[in-house]
């Protein structure tokens, strides 16, 4: 029998009527109770089983995607029909005597490659599915088709770039747009018709991945500066021998224009740096390709996503003046300080959204979904301090001494806090992290009085107003936790120390504006 003050975990999916599923909001339930939005009072989907006063987790992720309590039987009986003749995207079933698509899936090869294809097949098996037949109608799709005890169910993955997946969105060809780059102004404003485009209710980010710097094995370049990396790509460096390496002409590899990951990298780096790609430039539609073509041309240059470097060599990258060069790790990558850190998302239309995409999003970002983000290679959502092989140091050389004297030999958590551009409000992926701090310490009987906020600024206004800003953001952190019953024994700030990005755009000042997590002895 659970104890008294067991709880239960789960999320709102009641979007666009209730506030609560529109942030995205955790909620804690007592076992026994009705588990049930305190409120809309609609059913809510399961993250996590009963979490005890000793920290014990229960995954429940069989119960979170199938939702069969939580959406109700009648929304599923809907499903087993699937979206009728509006269905597209390159997939022919119905003329394969197969019912139509239950869940379209396209955009980002980052995600469709592997990933989404793998998620996908995890939902399946959550809501019954034993075996999964899978079928590939053209390059980069694939059909999954699946049979339980009362339906026939159909997934359909389409990986041709992030901008395909937004158009499909549009055209309500996909249900749910995979996109390994935020959605922009101007394409937010083209689905301003499926409703804000921005909001927690239609962004979900589902893991973090870092575009990698790959170049041949056999080239020994220690660490590359981000301007070197623009000169490179766009021919101000013609042969390695200009950097120190071993001579020889530069050969550059590049993603095509569909792809999240060439505009990630157009804006982050060439754009910054005022360098455009080389005419000659390779292009191509998948990483994993493009990573084999680096490793085979002795000059070789290229950008992947971390988990498509294969055996190209990625190279250490420093991402301002006086800073450390830096791998694409799980610690760095999840805390965002490897300068070309990135989010994956999942976006849905915020008005009405499909019923199966609701569903798959819940299977996501529950622990077998966590799991499987993990298993392909990028960072998940979860929140701990990285594993033993990524952790080295979390400080710095450059650290001031009253930094290293707070943070002690404290663990720091792979997050950090950052606030939407241009505001004081926090971002998407700040917002689901304070529930997903506040998970941890309660799962891991961690007293919340051990932890430790840093709030830090951009270079921008005096020192000392600086660091009042920096130690407000801290506590504006502080005030939100508090709301989830976390009151943080340690609040501090050290103004602009330690940018973690170049402060002379505006996209790196706002990585800069941010607030880590510590846990102390």
């Known amino acids: 029998m659970a104890a008294a003050n067991d709880m239960r975990v789960g999320r709102c999916v009641n979007i666009g009527n209730c506030a609560s599923a529109d942030t995205r909001k955790t909620i804690q339930v007592p076992v026994g109770a009705d588990f049930v939005c305190p409120e809309c009072g609609k059913s809510l989907v399961t993250l996590q089983g009963p979490v005890g006063p000793a920290g014990r987790g229960v995954p429940a992720w069989a119960i979170a995607a199938g939702v069969v309590v939580a959406l109700g039987l009648a929304g599923l009986a809907v499903l087993s029909f699937g979206h009728g003749s509006g269905a597209g995207g390159g997939f022919p079933l ?308 009253e930094y290293l004297d707070a943070t002690g030999s404290g663990d720091r958590l792979n997050t950090n806090f950052f606030f939407a551009s241009g505001s004081s409000e926090l971002d998407n992926r700040a917002l689901g992290d304070l529930d997903l701090v506040a998970n941890y310490l309660s799962q891991h009987n961690i007293p919340p009085e051990r932890l430790l906020l840093i709030g830090f600024t951009d270079d921008r206004g005096g020192d000392q107003a600086n660091l009042r800003l920096s130690e407000s953001r801290a506590r504006a952190i502080a005030e939100a936790l508090r709301t989830r019953q976390v009151s943080p024994g340690g609040i501090t700030g050290f103004g602009k120390a330690l940018p973690i990005r170049d402060n002379s755009t505006e996209e790196g000042r706002s990585k800069n504006r941010r607030v880590e997590v510590w846990i102390r002895p």
Request: proline share 6%.
């Open 94 to 401: 119905g003329g394969l005597g197969k019912p139509e698509p239950n869940l379209r899936l396209g955009g980002s090869n980052t995600i469709g490659d592997k990933l989404g294809p793998a998620l996908a097949e995890g939902w399946l098996k959550s809501q019954g599915c034993a075996d999964i037949e899978k079928q590939s109608p053209a390059k980069d799709e694939l059909v999954l088709t699946c049979k339980t005890n009362i339906k026939t169910l159909v997934v359909t993955v389409a990986a041709h770039g992030t901008k395909t997946g937004f158009d499909g969105l549009k055209t309500k060809t996909y249900d749910v747009a995979m996109a390994s780059d935020q959605i922009d102004r101007v394409t937010a404003a083209d689905l301003s018709g499926l409703g804000d485009m921005n909001s927690p209710a239609a962004e979900h980010i589902i893991g973090l991945d870092g575009v990698a710097i790959v170049v041949n094995p056999a080239n020994r370049v220690a660490s590359l500066t981000l301007s070197q990396v623009a000169d490179l790509f766009g021919g101000r460096i013609s042969d390695w021998s200009q950097l120190g390496a071993t001579a020889g002409p530069v050969t550059v590899f590049a993603r095509d224009e569909n792809s999240g990951t060439w505009k990630f990298f157009k804006r982050q780096v060439l754009d910054t740096y005022g360098a455009k790609l080389r005419a000659d430039a390779q292009r191509f539609e998948k990483g994993s390709e493009l990573s084999d073509g680096v490793a085979a041309a002795t000059g070789g240059i290229g950008f992947v996503g971390a988990g498509s470097a294969q055996v190209a060599r990625p190279v250490p990258i420093v991402s301002q003046n006086g800073g450390e060069p830096l791998l694409a790790n799980s610690r760095t990558i999840g805390t965002e300080d490897y300068a070309l850190s990135r989010r994956l998302y999942l976006y849905v239309p915020q008005r009405e959204p499909a019923l199966a995409a609701m569903q798959f999003l819940a299977f996501v970002d529950s622990t077998a979904g966590k799991q499987i983000v993990t298993a392909n290679g990028f960072v998940s959502r979860d929140v701990a301090p990285p594993p033993a092989a990524d952790s080295g140091s979390s400080k710095p050389r450059n650290a001031p001494h």
